[in-house]
């Protein structure tokens, strides 16, 4: 059985559709989830050693895009295969990646030093990416908000990082502008931040860690 997606600006292929989706999901979520309990993996390393703590989540985003690459490359060969096409806009793709690294590793830096202190943030962050993953339209398409659940969508930076992820593999178009400032927009703010917020808790690691 297929599943075909209608009136989408996509494609109709709703596999391809829900895995060009998910890529970039995966690849922030994977840092942040990881990046939470670094500082901790790693103590022996940042205590004992002169050590720049906050080289610790960059370095998961780096691991992480191992597995991305590979997941690419299976998109992009599917897509090939399936739709009997390749984008030249993926060349863009490596701008989108950084923009959801400067995301994730923001992000990853405040959970890293929360987890620290408090170390049930963890789990509290994995309930929070539970719903963060429904609130972005990864298995739906975002014509199911609609009106004044609109917000939702405008306000969350994986929106539009998914849409440009979509745009890129799945179509010969370029992704939307909107979507470019407004995700480098929340990856700037987050990065930095996320920087500011790291270098202020990490005053108290070496008597706790």
Do not use: C
Not at 30 to 45: C, E, H, I, K
Not at 72 to 93: E, H, R
Request: hydrophobic fraction near 55%.
């Amino acid at each position: 059985m297929q599943f075909k997606l209608h009136d989408n600006p996509f494609t109709t292929n709703y596999p391809l559709f829900l895995f060009a989706g998910m890529l970039p999901w995966l690849l922030f979520s994977d840092t942040v989830q990881r990046s939470a309990t670094s500082l901790l993996d790693q103590s022996n390393l940042i205590t004992k050693t002169v050590f720049p703590s906050e080289i610790v989540p960059v370095s998961v985003f780096l691991s992480s895009l191992v597995s991305h690459g590979l997941a690419l490359a299976l998109v992009i060969a599917a897509t090939g295969v399936m739709l009997n096409q390749i984008s030249i806009f993926l060349l863009l793709l490596p701008i989108y990646i950084f923009i959801v690294g400067l995301l994730a590793v923001g992000v990853g830096w405040v959970v890293a030093s929360l987890h620290v202190f408090q170390r049930d943030t963890a789990q509290v962050l994995s309930v929070v990416l539970q719903f963060w993953f429904w609130l972005t339209p990864i298995f739906v398409t975002e014509d199911l908000y609609k009106g004044k659940a609109h917000w939702l969508l405008v306000a969350n930076p994986l929106y539009h990082i998914v849409r440009s992820y979509r745009f890129l593999l799945l179509t010969h178009s370029l992704p939307d502008l909107g979507d470019l400032l407004a995700a480098a927009a929340f990856g700037a703010t987050a990065f930095l931040l996320g920087g500011l917020f790291f270098r202020y808790m990490k005053r108290g690691f070496a008597d706790v860690l």
